[in-house]
C-alpha cells in the first residue's frame, strides 16, 4: 500500500510540473510582460535592463525553474492590478470559496445520498418518480439560469435572503467567516444551492443506479433468505457496496464545486477567488491568472490523492498487503 | 407417521406476461421428513430453483404463489406476511446459493455476516453471538475458525466460501434447508466434500434438505429420494435407488439413460430427442409428450393422472413398470 502511495504521489507531483508549465508560459506568451510594465516611452535601453532585472535574458529552462521554486513557496510575484503580492490577495479571498464549497458540497453530498436511497429503494413510487424527473431539471438547466431563478424568487419576490455579497463576516485573522453571523448565514444559503444543485443530482442520479445495482446481487438475496431485515440490508449491505463509485464522482465533484464556483461568485457578486479570477481575466493580471490555475490544480490532485486513500478504507480486497488470502 | 418438516401441496407459480400467464411450477406436491435429503432435479427452467424460491418466500416479482400450500412442520407459510416470513427464513428455513463467489457480501468480514443472522434470529449477546458464530465456522470444517472470524469473504478459496455459506444458512438451526445447486460452482474435488459436509449435519442435526440440482451425480450421491421435474411439473417422485434403476416416467428413464456412468465404460449416451418446451408454448397433454417414444394420441390431450406406483408416484399414462422398462434404460 505504500507502494501505491507514493507511486500516486509521484504521478500527483508530474500533473503539477505540467500544469505548472502551462502556468509559467502564460506569462511568455500571454503578451510581454515587460511591455505590460514599461508604459509608452521606453527606450530600447529600458527594455533590457528591465529583462536582465527580471531574469528574462536567461534561458527557458532556468526560468522555468525558478518560476517552480518560487511557485513552490507559494511566492507568485505581484499582481498587476492591485500592485499587492498575489499570495496575499489570494489568501485574503479562499475563506469565501471554500466556505460556499464546503456548503455546497455537504448539501450536494447529503442530499444526494438519502435521495439517491430513496429513489432506489422506492423505485415505483410516485415520489421517486417525481424526485426524478425534478432532478432532469437540476442537471440539464444551466447553472447561472438556476442561480438568477433563486434570485428572483427568494430575493426581489419573497426579499427573505440577500441577491448578492456575503453578510456580514467575522474576521479571525487568518480567516474571514461568514459562519457566525446571521446575515453571512442567510448570504450563503442562495448560492450555496445554486452551487451544490447539479451535483446533488449528479450524485443522486449516480447513487440510484449502484443502489439499483447491487441490490440485485447475490449476497443481498443471501441475505434476505437469512431474514436480515430490509433497513439493514439497504443501509448495510447495499449501501456501503455502493460508495465507492459514489466517492470517486463526490471528491472530483467537491474539486470542480471549487473551480467552477466562477459562475455562482460572479451571479451573486460574492468575493471569493473565483470571481477575483474573472476580474483579473479582464485585466489580463498574469499573476494572479497563474496562481489561481497553480491553486485549483493543487486542490485537485489532493482530492483524488485523498479519493484513492479512501478506496483502502472502504474496500477491504484493495488492501493487497494485508496477511492471509487463500486458505 | 410424524408430521413431515416441509409439506408442499399442490403448488402452483405463475408469472403474468404480456404474452399470457405461464406456470413455471404447476402442481407440485412432495414432503420431506426430519433428516432426509430430498433431491430435485430437471433441466434449466424446469422449476426446481422456483420452487425453492417460492418455500422460502423469495419469489421475483411478479412471479407469485397461485394456489396450493406450503406447511412447515405443519404451519402454513403460504400466506404470511413479508415480515412474518421475513422471520422464519433464517431462523426455521435456510437456503445455499449457488455461487460462493457471490453470496457473500464482500465489504463485511465472516463474523460479521454470521453474529447478524445470528443475533437477528436468537435472544443472545453480542459476545454470546460471536461463540455461536466461531461454533458454527468450526462446524462446517473451516479450520482455526477462531482466528478467521475477522478475515473477509475474499480471503477464503471457493470451497471455504460454499463453507462459511453453509454455516451462514444453519448458523440459526433452521428446521429445512433449501440447498440451490450448491455444488454447481465447485471443482469437483470440492463438491464432494460439500456434499458430504450437507449429509452430515442432516444427518446429526436432524434437518430437512432439499437439494436443488441438475447433476444426477450428487443426487445419487446425498439423496434419499429424488423429485424429478419436467416443465414445471413433478414428473417422478420415488427412493433415489428406485428412482435411478427403475424409472417409471420415460422422461426419467431418458435422463437416467443419458448420464455417464463410470461403470458402463464408454458406451455412447443416449440423447432425448428435442428440448423442453418453453412455459408459454407447453402442449395440451404431456408436456413431455413430443419427445416421448412411447406417447400415444391419449398423452397429446391430457397430461394425465399422478399415479401411485410400486416406486412412489408418476405422472404419466403408461408408467414403465408395466410397460416397456427394458427398452428405455438400455
Known amino acids: ?327 | 407417521m410424524e408430521t413431515p418438516i416441509l409439506s408442499v401441496r399442490n403448488l402452483v407459480v405463475e408469472i403474468p406476461t404480456r404474452h399470457g400467464i405461464l406456470r413455471p411450477v404447476d402442481n407440485v406436491s412432495y414432503d420431506i421428513h426430519a433428516g432426509e435429503i430430498l433431491g430435485v432435479v430437471g433441466e434449466s427452467g424446469a422449476g426446481k430453483s422456483m420452487t425453492g424460491n417460492a418455500v422460502i418466500g423469495l419469489l421475483n416479482r411478479p412471479a407469485h404463489i397461485k394456489s396450493g400450500e406450503i406447511l412447515l412442520s405443519g404451519q402454513p407459510i403460504h400466506s404470511l406476511s413479508g415480515d412474518a416470513l421475513r422471520r422464519l427464513r433464517g431462523k426455521r428455513m435456510g437456503m445455499i446459493f449457488q455461487d460462493p463467489l457471490t453470496s457473500l457480501n464482500p465489504l463485511l468480514t465472516v463474523g460479521e455476516q454470521l453474529t447478524e443472522t445470528i443475533m437477528e434470529h436468537l435472544d443472545v449477546s453480542y459476545a454470546q453471538a460471536l461463540d455461536r458464530a466461531v461454533a458454527a465456522l468450526d462446524e462446517v470444517g473451516i479450520p482455526a475458525a477462531r482466528a478467521r472470524i475477522n478475515s473477509y469473504p475474499h480471503e477464503f478459496s471457493g470451497g471455504m466460501r460454499q463453507r462459511v455459506v453453509i454455516a451462514l444458512a444453519l448458523c440459526a438451526e433452521p428446521e429445512l434447508v433449501i440447498a440451490d445447486e450448491p455444488t454447481t460452482a465447485l471443482d469437483v474435488s470440492v463438491q464432494a466434500q460439500i456434499i458430504a459436509l450437507l449429509k452430515r449435519l442432516c444427518r446429526e442435526r436432524g434437518v430437512a434438505v432439499m437439494l436443488v440440482t441438475h447433476d444426477m451425480g450428487v443426487i445419487a450421491e446425498a439423496a434419499d429420494r429424488v423429485a424429478v421435474m419436467y416443465a414445471g411439473r413433478l414428473a417422478e417422485l420415488g427412493p433415489v435407488r428406485d428412482v435411478i434403476l427403475n424409472a417409471d416416467h420415460p422422461y426419467t428413464a431418458g435422463l437416467m439413460a443419458s448420464t455417464p456412468l463410470a461403470s458402463q465404460g464408454q458406451k455412447r449416451l443416449r440423447q432425448i430427442p428435442g428440448s423442453m418446451p418453453r412455459l408459454g408454448q407447453l402442449p395440451m397433454g404431456c408436456a413431455f409428450s413430443p419427445r416421448c417414444e412411447f406417447a400415444q394420441d391419449k398423452c397429446k390431450q391430457d397430461p394425465g393422472p399422478t399415479r401411485e406406483t410400486c416406486n412412489g408416484r408418476a405422472a404419466c399414462w403408461f408408467p414403465l413398470s408395466s410397460t416397456a422398462k427394458q427398452e428405455a434404460t438400455q
Open chain 1, 1 to 327: 500500500m505504500l507502494a501505491y502511495i507514493l507511486r500516486r504521489v509521484f504521478q500527483s507531483l508530474i500533473v503539477l510540473l505540467a500544469v505548472g508549465l502551462v502556468a509559467f508560459a502564460m506569462f511568455n506568451f500571454v503578451g510581454d510582460p515587460v511591455d505590460n510594465m514599461l508604459g509608452q516611452e521606453r527606450t530600447q535601453a529600458d527594455i533590457e535592463r528591465l529583462r536582465q532585472q527580471l531574469g528574462l535574458d536567461q534561458p527557458f529552462l532556468v526560468q522555468y525553474w525558478k518560476f517552480l521554486e518560487q511557485a513552490a513557496q507559494g511566492n507568485f510575484g505581484l499582481s498587476y492590478r492591485q500592485g499587492r503580492p498575489v499570495a496575499d490577495i489570494l489568501a485574503e479571498r479562499l475563506p469565501a470559496t471554500l466556505e460556499l464549497a464546503l456548503v455546497s458540497g455537504i448539501l450536494a453530498l447529503i442530499g444526494g445520498v438519502v435521495l439517491g436511497i430513496f429513489t432506489a429503494i422506492r423505485r415505483s413510487g410516485v415520489a421517486a418518480n417525481v424526485i426524478m424527473t425534478v432532478s432532469l431539471v437540476g442537471v440539464s438547466l444551466p447553472t447561472f439560469l438556476i442561480g438568477v431563478v433563486l434570485i428572483y424568487v427568494f430575493s426581489v419576490e419573497l426579499g427573505w435572503l440577500p441577491s448578492f455579497g456575503r453578510g456580514e463576516v467575522v474576521d479571525l485573522g487568518w480567516w474571514s467567516t461568514g459562519f457566525l453571523t446571521v446575515s453571512g448565514l442567510k448570504a450563503l444559503i442562495l448560492p450555496a444551492i445554486m452551487l451544490g444543485l447539479y451535483q446533488m443530482t449528479l450524485i443522486m442520479r449516480l447513487v440510484r443506479t449502484e443502489m439499483l445495482e447491487v441490490l440485485r446481487m447475490d449476497y443481498i438475496r443471501f441475505a434476505r433468505a437469512r431474514g436480515i431485515r430490509e433497513k439493514s440490508i439497504n443501509f448495510k449491505h447495499a449501501l456501503k457496496n455502493t460508495l465507492v463509485p459514489v466517492i470517486t464522482i463526490t471528491g472530483l465533484q467537491l474539486g470542480s464545486i471549487i473551480a467552477f464556483a466562477i459562475i455562482t461568485e460572479t451571479v451573486f457578486q460574492w468575493p471569493g477567488v473565483g470571481l477575483l479570477f474573472i476580474n483579473a481575466v479582464q485585466f489580463v493580471d498574469i499573476p494572479v491568472m497563474a496562481a489561481y490555475l497553480m491553486m485549483i490544480s493543487v486542490m485537485f490532485v489532493a482530492i483524488n490523492l485523498i479519493v484513492d486513500m479512501l478506496y483502502f478504507a472502504i474496500d477491504p480486497r484493495l488492501r493487497l498487503d494485508r496477511k492471509g488470502g487463500g486458505h
